[in-house]
């Protein structure tokens, strides 16, 4: 049912939370799991440079790849596909990735901020509904 | 009390698989259409809204909304069971009445039955239409605290694919 399954994170611990069940759908399926990360930059600034949103964006990368190469070791079919986008844009390239590689569902983890936090701060997992190709399965912080 | 009819379908899918004793709870308000199992052919029907039934009893009598909504809502509930039938799932079919948002409704019955999942349909609202409308996959996504699924509806689907294309081109 899940030949291609896209685990998209962002190096947090709720998105570690959402790879517990990427895995095991596309361990169940033998398919494919496709880790996408998005470098989110911030606008240009005056001088015309970007920053990662995160400043430990450095960690963050290696911290996924550790945990590509982990699920390789560990058999499964998994492969890392990162980008770059501009901050509140992650959803766009993530949906595109799911677009371009034929994904059956994409995992992400959720934050679960309040009403007031996602209207200042923004849903990744909410802006990829909007955009998805496919079926978008949403793991909260406090799931069990 | 003028009830806001939820209907929801649970399925046993081994097919799933990704918890031993997998249940999933799709969660549907009774003025949406299902369609998280696939059935692109299942047709769009002039089925009963709240909104016109609100029209037609303008002023009436509240009780016969109320008979008139959880009459919806089981044939609703009973679709989507049939849905899940259909594709080899054990389904059945429940609806419930709950004076709260479709979404705490959805969400307070998924705990109710210690659901793993809630698999709910998108219907691809945005902009000003979410924001007065409302988004039930948002709200159920903001408030879970277990895995929801989302779930595109072929048109939803189609129109982004569309608007995709055209984004490249």
Same mark, same amino acid.
């Given at each position: 049912m899940f030949d291609k399954v896209i685990w998209a994170t962002d190096g947090s611990d709720s998105a570690d939370k959402a790879l517990q069940f990427a895995r095991e759908l596309a361990e169940h399926a033998g398919g494919e799991l496709i880790v996408v990360h998005c470098n989110e930059l911030t606008f240009p600034g005056k001088g015309g440079g970007r920053l990662p949103v995160h400043a430990n964006e450095d960690e963050l990368r290696q911290k996924i790849e550790r945990q590509v190469s982990d699920l390789s070791g560990d058999g499964l079919r998994a492969t890392f596909q990162a980008g770059t986008a501009t901050v509140g844009e992650a959803a766009r390239m993530i949906a595109d990735a799911a677009r371009d590689a034929g994904a059956d569902v994409i995992v992400v983890g959720s934050h679960g901020h309040s009403a007031l936090g996602e209207l200042l701060i923004g849903g990744g997992a909410h802006r990829l509904l909007h955009r998805a190709p496919c079926p978008v399965l949403v793991v909260p912080a406090t799931a069990n | 009390? #003028?009830?806001?009819?939820?209907?929801? =379908?649970?399925?046993?899918?081994? !097919?799933?698989? $990704?918890?031993?004793?997998?249940?999933?709870?799709? &969660?549907?308000?009774?003025?949406?259409?299902?369609?998280? $199992?696939?059935?692109?052919?299942?047709?769009?029907?002039? &089925?009963?809204?709240?909104?016109?039934?609100?029209?037609? $009893?303008?002023? &009436?009598?509240?009780?016969?909304?109320?008979?008139?909504?959880?009459? !919806?809502?089981?044939?609703?509930?009973?679709?989507? =069971?049939?849905? /899940?039938?259909? %594709?080899?799932?054990? /389904?059945? /079919?429940?609806?419930?009445?709950?004076?709260?948002?479709?979404?705490?409704?959805?969400?307070?019955?998924?705990?109710?039955?210690?659901?793993? =999942?809630? %698999?709910?349909?998108?219907? &691809? #609202?945005?902009?000003?239409?979410?924001?007065?409308?409302?988004?039930? !996959?948002?709200?159920?996504?903001?408030?879970?605290?277990?895995? %929801?699924?989302?779930?595109? !509806?072929?048109? %939803?689907?189609?129109?982004?694919a569309k608007a995709f294309h055209e984004e490249v081109e």
């Open positions: - | 009390m #003028l009830r806001i009819g939820t209907h929801v =379908a649970r399925a046993s899918p081994d !097919s799933v698989g $990704f918890r031993s004793d997998p249940r999933l709870l799709p &969660g549907l308000p009774a003025n949406q259409e299902p369609g998280p $199992f696939g059935d692109h052919n299942w047709k769009r029907r002039d &089925g009963p809204d709240l909104l016109r039934r609100l029209t037609r $009893f303008k002023g &009436g009598d509240v009780d016969e909304i109320d008979q008139a909504t959880r009459r !919806s809502a089981q044939e609703r509930a009973d679709e989507g =069971a049939r849905l /899940a039938h259909d %594709v080899g799932l054990q /389904a059945r /079919a429940a609806t419930c009445s709950q004076a709260t948002t479709t979404a705490r409704a959805i969400l307070r019955h998924a705990d109710e039955i210690g659901a793993n =999942a809630v %698999v709910m349909e998108s219907r &691809g #609202l945005t902009g000003l239409k979410e924001l007065l409308i409302g988004s039930v !996959s948002h709200e159920v996504i903001q408030h879970a605290d277990r895995t %929801v699924i989302v779930v595109p !509806s072929p048109e %939803v689907a189609a129109h982004r």
